[in-house]
């Protein structure tokens, strides 16, 4: 057996061990890397981002999806429900899925952590598990009042008596839905709901499903979608360039202004910001430890905490005209006299992204290796093809 | 009779929620939708799961009565649905509860490691199947290498034109052959809805006819 004929024979186990390394290791070591944005991804951040603030839009998030297409679409959802809790946007949440109920209190929990501030009722409202037969009625229903529709959320509250529900009434406030699932299910939203009530929809799903959803796109009747992992890592980057961005001076709780609209901290998408060259050191997934101000943003910064500018100069170290901090270097003690929301805002300011909010792009890594390598799996199969073709040609 | 009634029933039903989705007037908006149908479709769906569940049981019971083939696996369906219904009823559902924890640790993990064998299955078809045998096989092959390519950062690093290669081909090529696929499902669908409005198609009742 000559090595052409070895390699169109080659035992598939050695493909499953290759495989299995070429996720593995860039699991385990991440490294950095971009990830360009889709015009999809854009435009459902865009229009999400819209609602910044404001109290009478909203977003409705579906979980219809169980366990199995997790890895791909739990990403999308935690990097959304981030992005409306940096930006102040009401989210509402449900699953036709038994399956999804959980997902979604995981989902609301692994974000929650980092937001101590936001409240289940008033910021976000999970209605929970409604039974898929019920889903058209549900869908039709809010479009004429979501507190009829959906009687009572997940935790037995009387949705017409929430303070999340106050300025929202039907689709016209709640004006995008956002479906996530490993399977075309975002369609029923878009023929109930779209053309009746003129509901915006868009889609997060599984990178096989991707393809089924362009002619929606492409027709307007979807504002935007996330595909697969890339799509989530995607949405990471940009909630990570706009929403979570701070500059050192801005508060970090959004005042609320006069008309019941909070400010929106964090910035506005821009394209031209997206080429900078300076964004790099705001999506780095590897582990930022230092915090480093130019001495007009220093001095923004410390203003805030006027009573902990000892501790700051302290720990500042000068270098190259910037200033620096490193925050692994700050004691037990030290950070206790500093208080949770000044040494919060400073490893802010390092830019480090916490895993959970950098997974997807850790798994775009793994993906990246693993695309190459099949790619030069089909290359290697054909160039052995054609040789072995062309030798049993020239025998006859 | 009995293939009499529920043909009827489906004729009528059918009937009744065409004219729902053409014929915007009350009686058809909310008398009969929000009045008649939503409630009954509310107190219909707990039967629903409730009829899961018995047949289910049922199912799984005279499987190990009868010792049907792999008879021994419907004792961990007994296990897993007693075992998560108890953790759900008794700790409740949030996050610190034994549901939630079996959830994390045991249903996601599982689920996700079924989902995740298919790349395993991909790369493996990939390299023994993808063969440029014929001119649309190399098209379909390039434009797959090309997707693939733009799909990850260290492929956007060869060439920065790749994206938007990329994008044109599920755009243009893509799209075409999705709506044309469509197109036909739509139309099937369309027509054997009416065969079976009309009672033409009655494969549904069971029987040979």
Known sequence: MNIFERIQKLDRRWIYIVVALAIILPLAIPFNSDDVTSPPTENLYQFIDAMAGRQD????????????????LFPMEVAIIRHCFER??????LTWFPQGAPIIDYAINTVKEEYPNIKSGVDYCNF????????????????????????TDAEGRKVENLEIIKGVTNYSEMNLVVEFSGSSAGGTWLFYARPKFGLNIAVGVTAVMAADEYPYLQSGQMIGMLAGLKGAAEYEKLVDVFAAYREPGDPTEAPRMENGNRKALGRSFS?????EESIKELINITTQTTASFSPTEYQEFIAKYPDKTAIFDNLKLEKDGKIEIDVTKISDAEAEELGHTAHADLKRMTHNIIYKFKVARIGMNAQSVAHIMIIVFIILGNIGYFIQKARQAKQQ | MKKTIPLIIVIVGGIIFLLWVFVPHKIMADDFYYEFFTPWARAMAPFAALLGVMSLSMMHTAKIKRRAPKWQYSYFFFAGFIITTLAGFIGGTQKGGIFMWMFENMAMPMSATMFSLLAFYMASAAYKAFRARSVEATVLLLAAIIVMLAQVPMGVKISKHLPTISQWILDVPNLASKRGIMLGVGLGSVATTLKIMLGIERSYLGGGE
């Open chain 1, 57 to 72: 839009r909203a977003v409705l998030m579906s979980f219809y999806h169980d366990a199995s297409t997790m890895p791909e």
């Open chain 1, 88 to 93: 102040n946007i009401k989210v509402f949440m």
């Open chain 1, 128 to 151: 929970g598990y409604i039974p898929a037969a019920l889903a058209l009625p549900t869908i039709l229903g809010m479009g004429d009042n979501i507190a009829t529709a959906v009687k």
């Open chain 1, 271 to 275: 394209s031209d910001i997206l080429r």
